[in-house]
């Protein structure tokens, strides 16, 4: 099955994607993370790379060969998610062999997406590697205080703790030794059910909760993930029987 991208009208209040100049936002966990570059951007830190250029435009300086669709932000991102193996949205389930986009860059944009999907993609890449998630905290602790895109990022890292618990038999099938998102501390932080209790259901309802409150439209926060959270399965399934083939 091919799956699309299905463009949505903007339902948040997310703000379109700038890209300025470079700066010297870390990527790796443990490395320090520059506070300045959070008010709207979201630099790149690709080698080779040179602003004002997307990470496809960077590949293709690389000397790698990849497709040619109409360039736009959303394409942009669906290329730096394939590098971290989210792969559902252009309907090819392997990980081409492609220089790895810089997380913390990716995250601030996913957050920012003006496409409710990328946003969502957010959860299927913690899910597919849930070692990024105290990655992804810092991230949200780093935006402007009142910046509605840090408190996003955080109650996306709870919300995928809470797709793991109820999706803990499948995801222990397709990818075994898994890392659990351990983030309690966030659910007594907003004051959640924890994402173990009740199979993260009452967690990933009361976590979308929230976010309604933030809101000016109602967006069903709990339909989006779990959206996210199939597709990756049905990928993680594909790779699977490629694989016994």
Known sequence: MRWGLAMSRDMGRSRPIQHVGPSDLATDEGQHIDKRHFSRVAPRTLPNYQWGTTYRETCVKSGMTVAEPEDSPE?????????????????DSRALDRPTAPLAALLIDLVRSRNSRLRSALLALLLRHPEHASIAETVARNFPAGDPAGRLLLLAVLAAAALQSEWSFTFNLY?????????DHLAVEFGLP????DHGRTCLRGAAEQL????????????DWENAAHRLIAQLVQEARLRAT
């Open 75 to 91: 394409n942009d991102l669906i290329d730096r998610l394939m590098s971290h193996d989210i792969c559902y949205f252009n309907g």
């Open 194 to 197: 924890l994402p173990r209790q």
């Open 175 to 183: 990818l075994p030794g898994q890392k659990r998102i351990e983030v």
């Open 212 to 223: 309604r409150k933030d809101g000016i439209f109602p967006v069903n926060y709990v339909a």
